[in-house]
C-alpha cells in the first residue's frame, strides 16, 4: 500500500529511521518488497532522475504499482530523489509520488529559499510533502581543515530559517556523509553535534541523512576478488543510525550499498559459472541477496517489526 511519507515519519520520529532505498529496476524492486516483508519494515521507495531517465519512467512506475499488488502487504511511500524544480513539478502533477525532493543546496541560500518555496505551495496544494536540503554534502578530503569541512556543513541557525521561511516537510542535511562508496579518508565520521544543534532548533522536525551507505568491508572485498578495482571504499557505520534517530533524522538514504550487492553477485557468479550466459540465475542469486540486506539494514534502523504498528497507526491516523 503507498502511504504518505508524512505518515511514516509521524509515527517513527524519535525513535527509529525509515530505509529510503532507490530502485532502477525489476530485480532491485523484487528485491527491496521481500526483504522489507521478511523484516516486516516500512520503507520508502525512492527514485532519482537517472533512474526515471534509465528506461522510461512508466516502466519503472509500472514495477511498482506491479509490486503493490504482488505484496498487498507491503506499507511504502514513493519519493523522488534529488529532484531539480521541472522534474519536481512533473511528479506532483503525476499524481504517483507520495514526496519529491527539491535539491537547490548547490545554489546560495535565497535562491535555494525561492526554489524551494516554490516547489513546497505546488506539492502541498496536491497533498505532496517536499523534502528539501541545506548544506553541501560531498567528498572530504583527509588535508582539508577542519575549517572548511565544517563550513559545508549545515548551519543550524540558518537550518532553522530555511524550514520556517520556505515550509518543507523534511530537510536533509549534510552531517558529514558524502554519495558513493568513498565517503571518508582518515578519521572523518558523523558530526553528531551538528545534528543535535539543529534538533534543539527544529524539535519534532524530520530531518533526513543522505550518502548513508556503509560500504561493507566484506563485500567490497569479495568485489575485489572477483576482479573489481574499488581501492579505500568506505561508508557510514552502521551502528550509528540508532543515535542519529534519536536525534531527529527519520529518513535514512541508501543507494550505493545495494549496488554493491548487485556487483558482488553479479562478479562472482560469472566468475563461478564461464560458460553461463543465462541472466536469470545471478538475478535470482541478486534478489535473494538484497532482501536480506535490505531486511540487516532495517534491524540497524530500528524499522524492522515495525509493519503492523504502524498499519494501525496510519489506520487510525486516517
Ligand atoms: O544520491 C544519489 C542516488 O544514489 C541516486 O543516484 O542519480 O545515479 O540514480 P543516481
Ligand atoms: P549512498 O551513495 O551513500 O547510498 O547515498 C544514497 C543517497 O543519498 C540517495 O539520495
Ligand atoms: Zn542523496
Request: glycine share 10%; hydrophobic share 40%; net charge negative.
Amino acid at each position: 500500500m503507498i502511504v504518505t511519507t508524512k505518515g511514516l515519519f509521524k509515527h517513527a520520529y524519535g525513535k527509529y529511521a525509515i530505509g529510503a532505498y532507490n530502485i532502477n529496476n525489476l530485480e532491485q524492486t523484487m528485491g527491496l518488497f521481500r526483504g522489507n516483508l521478511d523484516s516486516q519494515a516500512p520503507f520508502i521507495l525512492q527514485i532519482s532522475k537517472g533512474a526515471r531517465a534509465y528506461t522510461d519512467k512508466r516502466m519503472l512506475e509500472g514495477i511498482i504499482r506491479a509490486a503493490d499488488e504482488v505484496f498487498p502487504e507491503a506499507i511504502f511511500a514513493v519519493h523522488l530523489d534529488h529532484g531539480d524544480e521541472e522534474t519536481c513539478y512533473e511528479c506532483i502533477e503525476s499524481g504517483f509520488y507520495s514526496s519529491v525532493m527539491i535539491d537547490a543546496s548547490a545554489k546560495p541560500f535565497e535562491e535555494n529559499v525561492a526554489i524551494t518555496k516554490r516547489v513546497v505551495d505546488a506539492a502541498h496544494a496536491k497533498g505532496i510533502a517536499v523534502e528539501a536540503e541545506l548544506g553541501q554534502l560531498g567528498g572530504v578530503e583527509e588535508d582539508v581543515s577542519v575549517d572548511a569541512e565544517k563550513a559545508k556543513l549545515t548551519d543550524p541557525d540558518q537550518a532553522k530559517e530555511f524550514v520556517e521561511r520556505t515550509g518543507c516537510d523534511s530537510l536533509a542535511c549534510a552531517i558529514g556523509t558524502s554519495h558513493g562508496a568513498f565517503k571518508f579518508k582518515g578519521r572523518q565520521g558523523l558530526h553528531f553535534d551538528v545534528l543535535e544543534e539543529i534538533q534543539k532548533r527544529l524539535p519534532g522536525f524530520p530531518l533526513v541523512m543522505h550518502g548513508s551507505s556503509s560500504v561493507p568491508e566484506e563485500e567490497v572485498r569479495r568485489i575485489n576478488a572477483a576482479g573489481g578495482k574499488l581501492l579505500g571504499a568506505k561508508g557510514v557505520d552502521e551502528n550509528e543510525f540508532a543515535r542519529a534517530a534519536q536525534l531527529g533524522v527519520t529518513k535514512v538514504n541508501i543507494d550505493t550499498d545495494g549496488r554493491l550487492v548487485w556487483t558482488r553477485v553479479h562478479r562472482e557468479y560469472f566468475l563461478e559459472h564461464p560458460e553461463n550466459f543465462d541472466l536469470r540465475p545471478p538475478g535470482k542469486v541478486f534478489m535473494a541477496e538484497y532482501a536480506k540486506f535490505i531486511a540487516h539494514k532495517n534491524e540497524k534502523l530500528g524499522s524492522a517489526g515495525k509493519l503492523e504498528e504502524v498499519r494501525a497507526f496510519l489506520g487510525k491516523e486516517g
